[in-house]
């Protein structure tokens, strides 16, 4: 971006100009108009997301952009760089936060608290900008554990005892994990004497094999806490149901994600694939991330409550991205940094669109779902698409990031890699295909039918809703169609993982 | 059309249904005609049969033409072959003839603009799977051809269809992971996704057997290969008739289209191991395609719905056709013979077929029933339908001088060329083949006999007309080319099978010996007649004997052991649910010793983990709710809105606002009694049992709540100790005698609800509620407490863990 602003303010601020905003925000509730503070909040995320479009048009063909800022503890500055894969990662983050503030005003009451939601949303968006800008891991663990804390009181934002219950589990899931990332960080620390990211790995391979692996197991168990891998997720299926929906698809979408791309960093471009190989540590993480894809769906196929299914599905399809990652093949790397973006639209949109529908009928059980379709087709409608979008039925989204990700584990030999996200997909179908045979269903079978329950809400609050949830619905179809367009996740991705395994296109 | 410039439209041609659906679409909305509707969809799907018709001319002179578009993660690839067009052609012919027909069947229908639109996209995604260029494009189009046709499939909404639905939706989806699966292997062993021959030297390997059988599994599904044909006698019978010609005539061949390519090049080569290799793979598809074509005969002998039978016979003739391709794979360079064949028999099946559907359909629309017992007689009142019927039957059958008679002699002659060959247990394939064949001259038998033929039951049919034109013109524009085709197949055999063969390296001088030795020589002519007698007296036995209506159980279909995996599977996922949420979580067995104050971390589900009186309450807040709902309901129905007010809408959100307020109210009040009693209750298991019966009683109360908004309402009068009396008349007495009314505070609510329902200002629910202020204090009350406590914890052992670290660092 040449001309009006340096490249090295972006990032700055891209994280900066959110948490500014945020503070703005706070006030709105003094304010006369309503419009006048959703004017704000929009303004300050679209300009984000603009900065975040600009960031990564110009990192695209593989140049960085550096921003040191002051140290923090003597050796580690707080650090922001940014590459194809943090740009990629802080566009899906802001895009995603737009979609969801834009739900948000429909579905919160209009009433002082809702600023106090919106000014919170906008602080933690800044800092998961930071977590995907950050230079070293401290950066990055800062940046993490204060977006973790910012949820605090997003999800507990409805004041409900579950939510409670389940915040105060997520705090302890995710300072527990919070300490053992440092952990790790002091290790790395010990060992390496600093923590900045270097494609293909800044770790010395002279080092001590068992601090080595204990620096890594530290650092995974700690991540993987945030990324939900399967022992570590018991926060996921009872936070996501509990916080307020737009919430919920922001958690789903970009905080797990973020987990996942703090593995990418870590394996990558802290240890590097070389060394991760000597050590032989990458078939556990296949382990696990392949028993998370499995049982994750399965346990999905059970729950009833439909935001908990698809806390379980994120469970899930996540893992595919560690999965991947698991392989260190340049192709298959690409592919899960296509699916952590198509995900984040497409789980996001899912959880919108089970927040319309709570907020329009109240109904959060599937069971209970019959009828939906002609009482909210357009709702309806975009659910079963981003379904298919989910199960990958081609041409949606879900479906460019699937045969990515397979083709590359197939070239790499990973047969059952491939194996299991196949079956993943297949489980993807048996637990959407009832929600959407559920809600398409007539009135003739048996059962509970949520047509006569009267609108909690009037209509036309449900316009910001709808328009949130139809645009998930468009970005699906457009990232399905033409994920080719210049600037689009895929190239970026792509560029992304042929750095990320060494050879780094700026050099 | 020189090929280039044929190659460029190709992508264009393939894309004109889809922009045809668009369009009609936007008809639609901007509400024309219906005549001009149809008229647009018909001629849509005319240019469209006319497009591919064009393409015969420079597919011939250049043998391949090729065209792509930028589309999802690269190019589109389109190549328009003699064996591609083979299956074009066809495709888009049965295709116009269902989309004419359907103009017609629709015009009661509710939904006609959907199947229309529906029906071009599918044709977009036919022509796309059989013109694909690379595995993607193939992929891509199978997929959505699979999935929407789910929508012809539901399309009368019933719930037969949507239980059909169900299954095709699942084995479709698996037959398409499994296709992926297979191109993924395929990828791997290539390194490209073209569609091309593999690299001589891959020899025999377990990848290269995984990932033919995984293609195979993939386009099995779709071509309904026994044993994964368990949708098709479902689905196709309970679509709309066009749309049951479309699937049965012409979508299934898509798969035959896949194991073609897959057999002739994906895996094919001219020598050494790999020819054993495609031979071996031949010898597979060669079996599955007699047992299909046995299974689908016998079982089309026993059905009494005439789609259902004509469903099972695509089965059956699906196996004719897996036999023939497998029969030319095993034989390699002898094997033209029998290859044509089976691609011939595919464009057969696809006219004979379509007409036999769309016949059926016009039978089902005048008589009302497809059901063969209820019908009979019908050829003096349906004449045409029933000379279309005739020669389609003449044409599944094989009788000379009608289509099937040349594929089906080809086929015949490479399963008895295959079975002298390889010896063994093959030498019964030409037994097989000829007793299939015998089935189904006598399920036609039986199904003219039925439909047609016999003497119908008094008055059952005597209203009923011939078909409208529009239909009628379809099926006679389908029985045309049957009797063609019979009389010249050399036309298609010379003038696209040999061109097609030939290209594909296939030694072509076969064919040439078939037409001009076997065509309509006595020798085949005879072994028609014997199927034919045999047939007739199979027919005969069976009708006489009852013999067809015998019926196995039902475990002996694989369908019902699909359906127990499937079902068992999704029982063993809520087992371990149920067990885990049962057992909590490894790690709160583990933490059971740890006390109760370190469970609720490691719960699976914190919102199962609460004390008793959380617990308790949550119970009564779901009464509440309950009583609530009910009581909006019972508002809501009709008797209870007086009619003959001057603003029922006025009134009637009045009535809500009432009940809904009162309704919570009086829960409340229970709920605070219910509360303190529990608080002071000795023994709890009373109180349990009393909560049950409140659970059991919300109906109750929510009735009697709605009785005193009217008596309210009448007469403006209500105390606290009204509300006290209605619940305490609906429930049992509450266990502990615990008096602790609050008569000013009931009073406040008492006053603050005649003001709602007196005053027409109070036109939407005040933004709080003071009765649920209380509820929320208290409860806010209880999850500070619990918080508090559990945060001080959750705080110790981040530091515990920070204190871990620093430990863990001193001792490296």
Request: proline content about 5%.
């Amino acid at each position: 971006m040449s001309g009006i602003l340096p490249n090295w303010l972006l990032p700055g601020l891209a994280v900066a100009l959110p948490v500014t905003g945020s503070l703005v925000i706070f006030r709105a509730g003094h304010w006369k108009h309503r419009m006048t503070g959703l004017a704000v909040t929009g303004t300050v995320l679209l300009v984000t997301l603009a900065l975040t479009v600009i960031m990564a048009v110009t990192v695209a063909d593989g140049n960085r952009i550096d921003l040191v800022l002051f140290p923090l503890l003597p050796p580690w500055p707080v650090a922001f760089r940014v590459d194809a894969m943090g740009a990629v990662f802080a566009m899906t983050v802001a895009g995603l936060f737009a979609l969801a503030m834009m739900h948000a005003v429909g579905y919160l009451p209009d009433d002082r608290r809702q600023w106090r939601f919106h000014g919170f949303l906008l602080a933690s968006l800044g800092c998961l900008i930071g977590v995907a800008l950050a230079a070293n891991l401290l950066t990055l663990l800062l940046f993490y554990e204060v977006f973790s804390l910012l949820a605090y009181p997003l999800i507990v934002h409805e004041r409900k005892p579950e939510a409670f219950n389940a915040a105060l589990k997520y705090l302890v899931y995710i300072l527990s994990g919070g300490a053992l990332v440092f952990t790790g960080i002091v290790l790395v620390q010990h060992i390496a004497g600093s923590g900045t990211f270097v494609a293909g790995g800044m770790l010395p391979d002279g080092a001590s094999d068992p601090a080595l692996i204990v620096a890594w197991a530290a650092l995974m168990t700690g991540f993987g806490v945030k990324a939900a891998l399967m022992p570590l997720h018991g926060w996921v299926p009872d936070v996501h149901p509990a916080a307020p929906s737009p919430f919920s698809a922001v958690l789903s979408g970009v905080m797990v994600a973020a987990g996942v791309f703090a593995i990418l960093r870590v394996l990558f471009e802290i240890f590097g694939a070389g060394l991760l190989q000597r050590l032989g540590v990458l078939p556990w993480l296949a382990a696990f991330a392949g028993f998370a894809v499995i049982a994750g769906a399965m346990r999905a196929v059970a729950e009833d409550d439909l935001k908990r299914r698809l806390a379980y599905s994120t469970i899930s399809q996540m893992a595919y991205v560690s999965l991947a990652a698991s392989l260190a093949s340049q192709t298959a790397l690409a592919g899960a940094l296509v699916h952590i973006v198509h995900h984040a639209f497409f789980k996001g949109g899912l959880f919108l669109c089970a927040g319309l529908i709570i907020a329009t009928t109240g109904v959060r059980r599937i069971s209970r779902m019959r009828g939906l379709g002609r009482r909210m087709p357009w709702t309806a409608g975009t659910l079963t698409l981003l379904a298919l979008a989910m199960i990958g039925v081609p041409p949606l989204s879900g479906f460019t990031g699937k045969w990515v990700l397979g083709s590359g584990m197939a070239q790499a030999g990973g047969y059952a890699h491939l194996a299991i996200i196949l079956a993943g997909s297949l489980l993807a179908a048996l637990y959407l295909w009832p929600v959407v045979y559920r809600i398409w269903q007539t009135a003739e079978e048996p059962g509970p039918d949520c047509g006569e329950i009267p609108d909690r809400k009037p209509r036309q609050d449900n316009r910001w809703m709808l328009t949130a949830v139809l645009a998930t619905g468009l970005i699906t179809i457009l990232l399905g169609l033409a994920p080719r367009l210049p600037g689009f996740p895929l190239e970026l991705a792509e560029t992304a993982a042929r750095t990320l395994l060494g050879s780094p296109a700026w050099k | 059309m020189n090929p280039v410039q044929a190659g460029a439209m190709l992508p264009l041609l393939i894309a004109w249904p889809v922009f045809a659906a668009l369009a009609a679409v936007a008809l639609a909305r901007f509400g024309c005609t219906r005549r001009l509707f149809d008229g647009f969809v018909i001629v849509a799907a005319g240019i469209t049969l006319a497009g591919v018709a064009l393409l015969i001319a420079p597919v011939l002179t250049a043998s391949r033409i090729s065209g792509s578009v930028p589309f999802g993660l690269g190019r589109a690839e389109f190549v328009a072959d003699p064996v591609g067009l083979m299956f074009a052609l066809p495709a888009a012919l049965v295709w116009f003839c269902s989309t004419l027909y359907a103009a017609a069947w629709l015009r009661d229908d509710p939904a006609p603009v959907r199947y229309q639109v529906t029906s071009l996209v599918l044709l977009a995604a036919n022509l796309g799977v059989v013109l694909a260029g690379d595995l993607m494009t193939l992929y891509v189009c199978f997929e959505v051809l699979g999935l929407v046709s789910l929508l012809l499939v539901i399309h009368d909404g019933s719930r037969r269809a949507r239980r059909a639905g169900v299954k095709y939706f699942w084995m479709s989806l698996g037959g398409g992971i499994s296709l992926l699966a297979g191109i993924f292997l395929f990828q791997a062993l290539t390194g490209s996704d073209a569609l091309e021959t593999l690299p001589p030297d891959t020899g025999n390997s377990t990848l290269l057997w995984a990932a033919f059988g995984l293609l195979l599994t993939g386009f099995g599904v779709k071509a309904g290969m026994v044993p994964l044909h368990v949708w098709l006698p479902d689905a196709h019978p309970v679509a709309p008739p066009p749309a049951s010609a479309l699937l049965s005539g012409v979508m299934i061949k898509v798969g035959a289209y896949g194991i073609f390519r897959c057999l002739n090049v994906l895996f094919m080569s001219e020598s050494g191991d790999q020819w054993a290799l495609t031979a071996a793979m031949g010898l597979i598809v060669l079996w599955i395609g007699l047992i299909t074509m046995l299974v689908g005969a016998i079982l089309a002998l026993g059905q009494q719905q005439a789609k259902r039978l004509l469903a099972w016979s695509s089965v059956s003739q699906m196996g004719f056709v897996l036999a023939g391709l497998g029969a030319g794979a095993y034989l390699g360079a002898d094997g033209a013979m029998a290859s044509a064949g089976g691609l011939l028999h595919i464009v057969n099946h696809g006219l004979f077929k379509g007409a036999l559907f769309l016949g059926m359909g016009a039978v089902a629309m005048r008589a009302g029933t497809a059901d063969l017992d209820r019908l009979g007689g019908l050829w003096r009142k349906m004449p045409v339908t029933f000379t279309a019927m005739l020669v389609a039957t003449a044409g599944v059958t094989g009788v000379p001088l009608f289509n099937g008679f040349a594929s089906k002699s080809m086929i015949h002659h490479g399963i008895v060329q295959a079975g002298e060959q390889a010896g063994g247990p093959l030498a019964l394939a030409e037994w097989i083949f000829l007793a299939a064949s015998a089935g189904t001259v006598a399920y036609f038998v039986k199904l003219i006999a039925y439909v047609f033929m016999r003497r119908p039951e008094h008055g059952r049919v005597d209203s009923v007309r011939e078909a409208p034109a529009p239909m009628l013109a379809a099926m006679l524009l389908l029985a045309v080319p049957i009797v063609l085709l019979g009389w010249r197949p050399d036309w298609l055999l010379q003038g696209l099978v040999e061109p097609g063969l030939s290209a594909l390296m296939i030694p072509v001088e076969p064919i040439a010996h078939f037409l001009s030795r076997y065509f309509l020589s006595p020798g085949d002519s005879w072994s028609f007649a014997l199927t034919a007698f045999s047939g007739g007296i199979l027919a005969a036995i069976g009708m006489r004997f009852g013999l067809f209506r015998v019926r196995a159980p039902a475990w002996v279909g694989v369908d019902y052991w699909y359906r127990a995996a499937g079902l068992g599977f999704i029982g063993l996922c809520r087992r371990l649910k149920s067990a885990i949420t049962a057992v909590q979580s490894p790690g709160r067995v583990l933490s059971a010793g740890l006390g109760r104050k370190i469970r609720p971390l490691l719960a699976d589900d914190a919102g199962r983990i609460e004390h008793a009186e959380d617990r308790f309450f949550r119970r009564l807040d779901r009464v509440r709710e309950d009583v609530r709902a009910r009581a909006e309901a019972l508002a809501l129905e009709p008797s209870e809105l007086s009619a003959g007010e001057d603003a029922p809408e006025d009134d009637r959100r009045r009535l809500l606002n009432a009940v809904h307020w009162l309704s919570g109210l009086l829960v409340t009040r229970m709920i605070e009694h219910a509360m303190s009693a529990f608080a002071h209750a000795a023994d709890r298991r009373e109180l349990e049992q009393w909560l049950s019966a409140c659970e059991e009683r919300t109906g109750k109360l929510a009735r009697s709540s709605l009785t005193m908004v009217r008596s309210c309402s009448e007469s403006s009068q209500i105390d606290a100790a009204m509300l006290e009396r209605a619940w305490r008349d609906v429930l049992p007495p509450l266990p502990v005698a615990h008096d602790a009314a609050q008569p000013t505070s009931a009073r406040q609510w008492a006053d603050e609800l005649k003001a709602l329902v007196t005053h027409p200002r109070h036109r939407h629910w005040p933004v709080t509620e003071s009765l649920d202020r209380g509820r929320l204090v208290s409860m806010l009350r209880w999850y500070l407490k619990a918080m508090s406590r559990d945060l001080e914890l959750g705080l110790a052992l981040v530091f515990v863990m920070l204190a871990s670290a620093m430990l863990l660092l001193l001792l490296l």
